[in-house]
């Protein structure tokens, strides 16, 4: 009950970094004998230990395959498996369990989506996404378009990093049929506003789905509110393993479409002559999944879970806030993404100096950036620069750590200038 979350609520610890930081061993590493500063969060987070802990014990102890033995380590399996399934749903407060398919990652939920949702789509019809677009969140459209001789259209982006959303709302007619749109730019940070970009699609008839790779880390999400149709994250990005993530499918949906890859699992009964298929969610899960890839992954939102999560957010806010003062001084930066609504990502150029060179010099000194197009090359092409440098930040960074990047920055410039 809301009476019960409540008080959950109220026995969690106030948020501290000191006490979160215990809980990534990474944190400890060094590289080149200086302490790793780690600050490419949006490419990958780090891994808390009760996850480590849980993909150790899986594998020594607990290893068999799921949905199909009588024995005791199979259903111990299946039980895990399926509990994490529901952690999912909670997390994301989806109506209803088969509602969270298990995938590879959020890549591979919107080519389920392109590929199985695209069954539906015909020639003439319109698909919209952003000028921001991950890659993952382009190339599967373009593909369907030119299966389907349908038409690619692409919401703008203005010189804040913000979308055209006047432009977005002359694009949606009657011949839009889905709209895939990034929660939050992981090149520039930008928070997208989707639930009414989601109500806007819906008043022409037409789907969303939201690409929640860099936002579910970020975010407190709610699909039922946000009424999207699709959400697809991975659990990498969430403090979870790679290779494993979950699309949010509203049932009706999933129900009209036909499956993704056929194989075990996915089918009621099969002969030679007829195939039907299983329900959901297992229609959607062929072959034997990342068994705990999918666990671990319901460890990590549980972990999440335990943390102050408005604490948290504010926290990741006050990093973004500091680390923008601080870079604000360096000569000839200049600031690429500057959204009223921003996640902690700073993503920044600086006049005459290449950013892989920037990186590298960062890198010597301990600390992990990420360098070049972010998988965003249409962004860079906009902007009219080869690459960013992009910090990202998580809950467990310090600004103690962004005194050590500034001055290492500082460093690498005067070195290159
Ligand atoms: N969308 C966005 C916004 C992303 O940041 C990423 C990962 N960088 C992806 C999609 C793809 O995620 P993955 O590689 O984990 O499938």
Redesign the pocket.
């Known amino acids: 009950s809301t009476f019960a979350l409540e008080m959950k609520e109220m026995d969690k610890k106030p948020f501290s970094v000191e006490a979160i930081r215990a809980d990534f061993p990474i944190l400890q590493t060094e590289v080149y004998g200086k302490p790793l500063v780690y600050f490419d969060n949006?490419?990958t987070s780090q891994k808390p230990q009760v996850v480590i802990d849980a993909i150790e014990q899986y594998y020594s102890k607990e290893n068999a395959n799921i949905h199909r033995g009588v024995h005791y380590l199979s259903q111990k399996g299946t039980d895990a498996y399926e509990k994490a399934r529901k952690t999912i749903q909670t997390y994301i407060n989806a109506a209803h369990e088969h509602e969270i398919i298990f995938t590879k990652?959020?890549?591979?939920g919107i080519n389920l989506v392109a590929s199985c949702f695209g069954e539906l789509i015909h020639e003439g019809d319109e698909i919209i996404i952003s000028a921001i677009e991950?890659h993952?969140?382009i190339v599967p459209w373009q593909m369907l378009c030119e299966r389907k001789k349908a038409v690619l259209k692409v919401i703008p982006v203005l010189e804040s990093g913000e979308l055209d959303q006047e432009a977005y709302r002359a694009l949606l007619n009657e011949k839009t049929k889905l709209v895939s749109c990034?929660h939050?730019?992981?090149s520039l940070g930008t928070i997208n506003p989707v639930k009414e970009m989601i109500q806007q699609a819906h008043a022409v008839g037409a789907k969303f789905l939201v690409?929640g790779?860099?936002s579910i880390q970020h975010l407190s999400i709610d699909v039922q509110d946000l009424d999207c149709d699709f959400f697809a994250f991975?659990s990498?990005?969430v403090f979870g393993p790679t290779g494993a993530?979950a699309l949010y499918g509203k049932e009706d949906i999933l129900n009209a479409i036909p499956p993704y890859q056929g194989g075990g699992d996915m089918i009621a009964k099969v002969t030679f002559e007829k195939t039907t298929y299983n329900e959901l969610p297992f229609k959607f899960e062929a072959g034997t999944p990342h068994i705990i890839g999918g666990i671990a992954t319901g460890i990590a939102l549980e972990y999440l879970s335990s943390l102050d999560l408005e604490g948290l957010q504010a926290y990741e806010h006050e990093l973004l806030t500091y680390a923008e003062e601080q870079l604000k001084v360096i000569e000839g930066l200049r600031f690429i993404g500057t959204a009223k609504e921003k996640a902690s990502v700073c993503s920044f150029f600086i006049d005459g100096l290449h950013p892989f060179d920037v990186g590298t010099l960062l890198d010597k000194q301990g600390i992990a950036v990420r360098t070049g197009h972010h998988?965003t090359q249409p962004i860079m092409d906009f902007y009219k620069i080869p690459g960013t440098i992009r910090a990202s930040f998580a809950f467990y960074n310090t600004k103690v750590e962004i005194d050590q990047f500034i001055k290492a920055l500082k460093r690498s410039v005067d070195m290159l200038r």
């Open positions: 949006g490419a990652g959020t890549t591979d991950h993952s969140n990034t939050i730019s992981n690409d790779a860099q991975s990498h990005k993530g998988c």
